[in-house]
T-cell receptor, first 114, second 116 residues
């Protein structure tokens, strides 16, 4: 089954404790992206990647890191999480960075930073 | 700079009525794509419909259609014969197709509630 898999689905942690949210897709997609969803703000793009070893900042990259060492994986790293990073996070992928292909989304990761 | 505006935070509609969800956008790129996604209470994001800036006709997918008015920079989603299962959050999104930035931006969403 074609899918984008995020882990964990839920995480409660404390300020400053490094964490990684994994994202994997099995569709051989070139384009992958991370979003955070906050009430009243919709989804905001954190980072995106157009292919292996190619990443770029979205609109809200501060406090986050990503890497794209393999085509299928695009982990989101919070080196020193803070309470303002409490949010619902989505990973998404699409075949390429252009064209009319919609993104496939993971089921989301709800992070609570205390 | 890209911008998407959804001016209706919430809407209530009677079952079986048609509903229009508003979306206006701003971009300097002549080539772009517009997407609508549905997010039910379970949280997943479901792709509904796509409209390209050069498409001559309005997009349709089953009960969903897009009222695309390029000169007004609006891409409203129309849901015909609404059903209880249409109750969800709806997001409009835009991608500049030939921009090297390849960013995708979303509106703030509209929460649609269908009354029985």
């Amino acid at each position: 089954e074609a899918q984008v898999t995020q882990n964990p689905r839920y995480l409660i942690t404390v300020t400053g404790k490094k964490l990684t949210v994994t994202c994997s897709q099995n569709m051989n997609h070139e384009y992958m992206s991370w979003y955070r969803q906050d009430p009243g703000l919709g989804l905001r793009q954190i980072y995106y990647s157009m292919n292996v070893e190619v990443t770029d900042k979205g609109d809200v990259p501060e406090g986050y890191k990503v890497s794209r060492k393999e085509k299928r994986n695009f982990p989101l790293i919070l080196e020193s999480p803070s309470p303002n990073q409490t949010s619902l996070y989505f990973c998404a992928s699409s075949p390429s960075s252009q064209g009319n292909q919609p993104q496939h989304f993971g089921d989301g990761t709800r992070l609570s930073i205390l | 700079a890209q911008k998407i505006t959804q001016t209706q935070p919430g809407m209530f509609v009677q079952e079986k009525e048609a509903v229009t969800l508003d979306c206006t956008y701003d971009t300097s790129d002549p080539s772009y794509g517009l997407f609508w996604y549905k997010q039910p209470s379970s949280g997943e994001m479901i792709f509904l419909i796509y409209q390209g800036s050069y498409d001559q006709q309005n997009a349709t997918e089953g009960r969903y259609s897009l009222n695309f008015q390029k000169a007004r920079k609006s891409a409203n989603l129309v849901i015909s014969a609404s059903q209880l299962g249409d109750s969800a959050m709806y997001f409009c999104a835009m991608r500049e197709l030939y921009s090297s930035a390849s960013k995708i931006i979303f509106g703030s969403g509209t929460r649609l509630s269908i009354r029985p």
